[in-house]
């Protein structure tokens, strides 16, 4: 059964600053690799998406990638503002089966 | 494009009482999934449906939650009898098939006193 971590839990940082989300997943046999931000109250919005042959994919600010044989994934927020903060989490598809991390929660102090 | 449609948006039941979402997915999407998401917890996969047939259902507690998916379009998903326990976000997302991106909808509020 797959298992997705996400470290840290809570990440609080100025504006201005890159940073990095981590998340790690148990069974490395996987489709792909989504992630998504939740802001409080609403639905999940999708920002990336990595397949098993990708290693990276970028849409402006954010950079995530793929390291299936270390069952591992980063999403990197370059010159953060204030509007990022929100609960951002990290989904894995396998065989027709997506698992979630818990998220980290972001806070971009202004 | 028109994203995924749920209604409510939140509902306040009682325990004991029963309550029913409702998901519209994004057109041509076969792969259909409920999610279960606790507060400050990652969402947990109900039920997961590919066109009208049930693909996963291990996690759907089957004593009081029930879900269909008739015509392979619309969804529902029923909770009876409700428990203080069942205090949570629902979403729906849909993909066109499975193992690809997902999109998902605002989400049910449920607060159950």
């Known amino acids: 059964k797959q298992e997705v971590t996400q470290i840290p839990a809570a990440l609080s940082v100025p504006e201005g600053e890159n940073l990095v989300l981590n998340c790690s997943f148990t069974d490395s046999a996987i489709y792909n690799l989504q992630w998504f931000r939740q802001d409080p109250g609403k639905g999940l919005t999708s920002l990336l998406l990595i397949q098993s042959s990708q290693r990276e994919q970028t849409s402006g600010r954010l950079n995530a990638s793929l390291d299936k044989s270390s069952g591992r994934s980063t999403l990197y927020i370059a010159a953060s503002q204030p509007g990022d903060s929100a609960t951002y989490l990290c989904?894995?598809?396998?065989?027709?089966?997506?698992?979630f991390g818990a998220g980290t929660r972001l806070t971009v102090k202004p | 494009e028109a994203g995924v449609a749920q209604s409510p948006r939140y509902k306040i039941i009682e325990k004991r009482q029963s309550v029913a979402f409702w998901c519209n997915p994004i057109?041509?999407?076969?792969?259909l999934y409920w999610y279960q998401q606790i507060l400050g917890q990652g969402p947990k996969l109900l039920i997961q449906f590919q066109n009208n047939g049930v693909v996963d259902d291990s996690q759907l507690p089957k004593d009081r939650f029930s879900a269909e998916r008739l015509k392979g379009v619309d969804s529902t998903l029923k909770i009876q009898p409700a428990k203080l326990e069942d205090s949570a976000v629902y979403l729906c997302a849909s993909s066109f098939t499975g193992n690809t991106e997902a999109f998902f909808g605002q989400g049910t509020r449920l607060t159950v006193v």
């Open positions: 989904a894995v598809y396998n065989n027709n089966d997506m698992r």
């Open positions: 057109s041509g999407h076969a792969t």
